[in-house]
């Protein structure tokens, strides 16, 4: 089992920039992807981006250049940059070995 907790969503104008932190704990094995996923009202989830335990990480075409995911051991975080109305949504982090575990969301809004 694995547990997910999520922290740093929030208000930020168009522009601005927020961090979001996320940290693992319980059954955590080497050669897992973390990653964030995001959904907005009405919308699908989808992929915001991912990294390996190695470091080798994957973008959105919607988020590259404005966002990055990095990540120390157990916890993974994405600074997210230049943000934008469209970017408002519920932002969940995600472990992957196999299973696939989900945080709770925590919810970013990109409005003037």
């Known amino acids: 089992q694995v547990r997910l907790v999520e922290s740093g969503g929030g208000l930020v104008q168009p522009g601005g920039s927020l961090r979001l932190s996320c940290a693992a704990s319980?059954?955590?094995?080497?050669?897992?992807?973390m990653g964030w996923y995001r959904q907005a009202p009405g919308k699908p989830r989808e992929l915001v981006a991912t990294?390996?335990?190695?470091?080798t990480t994957n973008y959105a075409d919607s988020v590259k250049g404005r966002f990055t995911i990095s990540r120390d051991n157990a916890k993974v975080y994405l600074q997210m940059n230049s943000l934008k109305p469209e970017d408002t949504a519920v932002y969940y982090c995600n472990y992957r070995r196999g299973l696939v575990y989900w945080g709770q969301g925590t919810q970013v809004t990109v409005s003037s």
């Open positions: 990294v390996t335990d190695g470091g």
């Open positions: 319980g059954s955590i094995f080497r050669a897992n992807t």
